[in-house]
C-alpha cells in the first residue's frame, strides 16, 4: 500500500457512524494550522475526489471561500459536482479548531462553515482535536504505519519538502530502518516507476507539480530508459506508444507494470485511458489489456442475457461452461478494480448452480438442519450474493431472471421437504428442550456479557457477518437455534430477551404479540427496558457503552425492516447494515466487554420472482398475514398447523413452501422454512 491509502483511509473512517441511531455526518472538517499537508493538496485531490480546499475560488482545483464549499457539500453548484456515496472532506489551510469553535468570534470568512461542527465530524489527532501533523501521521501505530522517524529538524524539513510524492510511496520501502532526511529524499527520488505512473494518470499536473524541481530528471529518465520524451507526449498520440509499452510491459517496463498492479486502484484516469489500449498481433498477455477484459464481460452479459426462454437444465449446464472459460479472468488486475461485475456475477451463478443440484432432504428435521448449516446455506448466500454484485436495473434484471429459474424452485422443494418432516415429527424448537439448537438465549446467567440483538439476522448473513468480525482481535463460534413459531418479530424477538419468562399469550390476539403476565399489557420495547433494569441488566441506547460488567442488552442492524422496504434490491445494502453491525461491537471491545453474544429473532426468504399466493377460507382464519394465519379455535384444517409459541392453545396455519397467503413481495418471513426458522447465535471473546 501507499502512504496515500492509509490517509485516505484514515480519513474516510472518522465518518463512520452507526446508521440505527445517528445520521451520516454532513462533512469531515480537516484542520491544518500550519498548513504541513497543503503543498500536497493537487496530488491528495486526485485520490480523494469528495475533497475540496478552503482558499481562493478556482472551482478547476476545487478551491473557494466559505461559502462555495457549503454550497459544494450541498450539490448545488454547476462548476463542482462532489461524488455520490462520499462524504465531502474540508481541508481548511492555517485553520484550527478553536477557530470554528465560539461561532461568534469566528472570523467572517470561517463563519458559514462554522454549523459543520455540529452537523459533520473532525479528523483529529485525539480526543483532544489535535491536528494531525505529517510527522504524527507517519509514526502513530493508529494509521498502521509506526515508522521509525528521526524527529531532528532536517528530517521533518525534508518530509515537508517532498510529501507529494512521499504520498505515493510503497509503505514497505519505509519500514524496518531509522529514516533520516537523505532516507527520504533517496526513497522519493529514486523511482521511476512510481513518477511514470503518477504522470500517465495526470500529465499536466504532473508537469505543472514538478517544473521547478524534478521535471528535468524525470525528462531524462524518460528518454534514458524508456525511449520517450514526455514533453512530445501532451495532446499527442504518441502517449498512446507509452501506455501501449506500459501494457506490452516488455524490459524496463516490466517494473512498471508491476508497481502499477500494486497502485492502480489509485490512478483511476490512467485505468480509464487503458480502455482505448489495443494488443497488436497474436503472441500478447491478454490480462495486461483492459480491453480484452471488457470484451470478456460483454460477451458474459449477451451470454446470460440470451438464457431467456432457455431450460433449466441447459441454463445450468451453459452457467458451469462460461464460468470454467472465463474463471481465470479472478486473477487479471481488473477483477481487484472491480471492472469485472458480470464475471463476480457469473461466479455466484455457478455457486447457485452447485449447490441447487442436488436433491435436498432428511430422515429428520434435525439431520436436515445440520446438512443445511454444513453446506446447503451457501445456495442462499450466491442468489444474494449475484444480486447484490447486480449494482443497475438492467444486470438487476438479467439475473433475477436467472435465479428465477435455478434458485427458486430449488427453495420450494427444500421448504416442502422440511416442512413435511415437522408434520410427521412436529417443530424442534418448543420451549423447555435443551438440546443445542434449541439453547435458549432468554436464560442468561453469565456476567459480564453483551447480548446483541440484530433482527432478521439469517444464517448466511451470519456467517458473512462472521467474516467481517475475524478482522478484530476477536475468536468468534457460530452456533444456530430454533425460533419462536411463527417467525414473526413480535413473537421470536420477545423470545431471544432475557425478560422471556416474565410473558404469556393471551387466547385472543391478532398480532402475535406476548403480553407482561403480572400487569396484561402487551410487551414493547417500554416494557423490555423496566423489565431489564428490574433484572439489573443495562439496556445501552444509540452509541452507549455502559460499564462492562454484569450484563447488557443492545440492538443494532434491522435488516428485517430492509428487508420490507426494499424488497427485490435488499440484497444491495445486506452488506451495509453488517458493517454497522461489526462497528457497534468494535465499540463495545474497545469499551473493555470482553464477551458478546448476538442473537436474532427469525430469519427470512427473499426470492427474485416474488412469492407466489396460497389460498386458505377467510372462514377459517381470524387473521391472515403474509407466510402464516391465526386460525378460528377448533378449526379443522388440512394445513400444516403449529401451536403459538406464547400460548399453545393458539394454533397457527403455515403456508405451504415457500408461497404466501398474501402475494407480491419478493422479501418476508413468519412461516415454517429452515430459512426462517433456524437462527444464527454468534459467541464473540476478545483476545486482547
Known amino acids: 500500500m501507499q502512504l496515500i491509502d492509509y490517509l485516505a483511509s484514515q480519513l474516510r473512517s472518522s465518518a463512520n457512524y452507526n446508521s440505527a441511531v445517528q445520521i451520516a455526518p454532513a462533512a469531515i472538517l480537516w484542520t491544518d494550522i500550519e498548513r504541513q499537508w497543503q503543498s500536497a493538496m493537487p496530488s491528495i485531490k486526485q485520490y480523494l475526489p469528495e475533497l475540496v480546499e478552503l482558499g481562493e475560488y478556482n472551482p478547476d482545483e476545487r478551491t473557494g471561500p466559505a461559502i462555495w464549499i457549503k454550497c459544494a457539500i450541498a450539490g448545488v453548484l454547476e462548476d463542482l459536482e462532489l461524488p455520490e456515496g462520499k462524504t465531502p472532506i474540508i481541508y481548511l489551510p492555517g485553520v484550527g479548531r478553536k477557530d470554528l469553535r465560539a461561532i461568534e468570534q469566528c472570523p467572517d470568512e470561517l463563519r458559514p462553515l462554522a454549523e459543520l461542527q455540529y452537523r459533520g465530524c473532525w479528523w483529529a489527532y485525539n480526543t483532544a482535536g489535535r491536528d494531525w501533523s505529517v510527522g504524527s501521521f507517519l509514526t502513530n501505530p493508529r494509521v498502521g504505519l509506526e515508522l521509525d522517524v528521526a524527529k531532528d529538524k532536517k528530517t521533518q524539513a525534508a518530509i515537508l519538502k517532498i510529501l507529494p510524492d512521499l504520498l505515493e510511496t510503497p509503505d514497505e520501502s519505509l519500514r524496518g530502518k531509522k529514516l533520516e532526511a537523505q532516507d527520504f529524499i533517496n526513497i522519493v527520488m529514486d523511482d521511476p516507476a512510481k513518477d511514470i505512473l503518477g504522470w500517465l494518470n495526470n500529465p499536466e499536473d504532473k508537469q505543472a507539480l514538478w517544473e521547478d524541481s524534478k521535471w528535468p530528471i524525470f525528462k531524462q529518465t524518460c528518454s534514458d530508459n524508456f525511449g520517450f520524451d514526455p514533453d512530445l507526449c501532451l495532446g499527442n498520440t504518441d502517449i498512446e506508444s507509452v501506455l501501449f509499452s506500459l501494457c506490452e510491459s516488455e524490459g524496463e517496463w516490466q517494473a512498471v507494470w508491476q508497481r502499477f498492479e500494486d497502485t492502480a486502484h489509485n490512478l483511476p484516469l490512467l485505468v480509464e485511458k487503458l480502455k482505448s489500449v489495443q494488443p497488436v498481433g497474436l503472441a500478447f498477455n491478454a490480462s495486461h489489456f483492459l480491453c480484452e477484459n471488457l470484451k470478456d464481460e460483454n460477451e458474459i452479459a449477451d451470454k446470460l442475457e440470451g438464457f431467456a426462454g432457455q431450460d433449466v437444465t441447459v441454463i445450468k449446464k451453459q452457467i458451469i461452461e462460461v464460468f470454467e472459460q472465463q474463471a481465470d479472468r479472478k486473477s487479471w488486475l481488473w477483477y481487484g478494480l472491480e471492472l469485472s461485475p458480470w464475471l463476480t456475477i457469473l461466479e455466484q451463478l455457478a455457486l447457485v448452480v452447485e449447490h441447487t443440484d442436488i436433491a435436498f432432504t432428511g430422515p429428520s428435521v434435525e439431520v436436515m438442519a445440520n446438512t443445511y448449516k454444513e453446506r446447503f446455506w451457501q445456495a442462499d448466500a450466491a442468489a444474494i450474493n449475484a444480486m447484490a454484485v447486480a449494482k443497475d436495473i438492467n444486470q438487476q434484471q438479467i439475473v433475477a431472471d436467472i435465479l428465477a429459474v435455478i434458485y427458486t424452485p430449488w427453495l420450494e422443494q427444500v421448504t416442502l421437504n422440511f416442512q413435511n418432516l415437522v408434520r410427521a415429527e412436529g417443530y424442534p424448537g418448543k420451549p423447555g428442550k435443551s438440546d443445542e439448537v434449541n439453547e435458549s438465549t432468554a436464560q442468561y446467567d453469565v456476567g459480564s456479557q453483551v447480548v446483541f440483538f440484530v433482527d432478521g439476522l439469517r444464517f448466511d448473513t451470519a456467517k458473512a457477518l462472521q467474516q467481517k468480525l475475524d478482522k478484530l482481535s476477536v475468536s468468534t463460534a457460530l452456533k444456530t437455534n430454533w425460533c419462536a413459531l411463527p417467525s414473526l418479530t413480535a413473537t421470536a424477538k420477545a423470545a431471544v430477551t432475557p425478560v422471556a ?104 426468504l427473499w426470492v427474485p420472482n416474488k412469492l ?29 398447523k403449529v401451536p403459538w409459541h406464547w400460548n399453545e392453545n393458539v394454533s397457527v396455519a403455515m403456508a405451504p413452501g415457500i408461497s404466501g397467503y398474501v402475494a407480491g413481495d419478493y422479501y418476508n418471513h413468519g412461516g415454517l422454512s429452515l430459512q426462517e426458522c433456524l437462527t444464527p447465535v454468534l459467541s464473540i471473546k476478545s483476545t486482547n
Not at 564 to 590: C, F, S, T, W
Not at 613 to 640: F, G, H, P, Q, Y
Open 612 to 640: 407466489a399466493e396460497a389460498s386458505i377460507s377467510k372462514n377459517m382464519v381470524k387473521k391472515r398475514l403474509a407466510r402464516c394465519a391465526i386460525l378460528k379455535d377448533n378449526v379443522d384444517t388440512s394445513e400444516l
Open 501 to 604: 419468562d416474565l410473558l404469556i399469550g393471551a387466547q385472543e390476539n391478532d398480532n402475535f404479540t406476548p403480553m407482561v403476565a403480572t400487569s396484561g399489557s402487551e410487551f414493547s420495547s417500554y416494557h423490555l427496558k423496566k423489565s431489564l433494569d428490574a433484572k439489573s441488566w443495562q439496556y445501552l441506547d444509540g452509541l452507549e457503552t455502559g460499564k462492562p460488567t454484569g450484563n447488557a442488552w443492545v440492538q443494532t442492524g434491522d435488516l428485517d425492516n430492509m428487508g420490507h422496504k426494499q424488497q427485490m434490491k435488499m440484497p444491495l445494502n445486506i452488506d451495509a447494515v453488517l458493517e454497522d453491525v461489526v462497528a457497534r461491537v468494535d465499540g463495545l471491545l474497545k469499551a473493555g466487554w470482553k464477551n458478546i453474544r448476538i442473537v436474532t429473532d427469525h430469519g427470512w
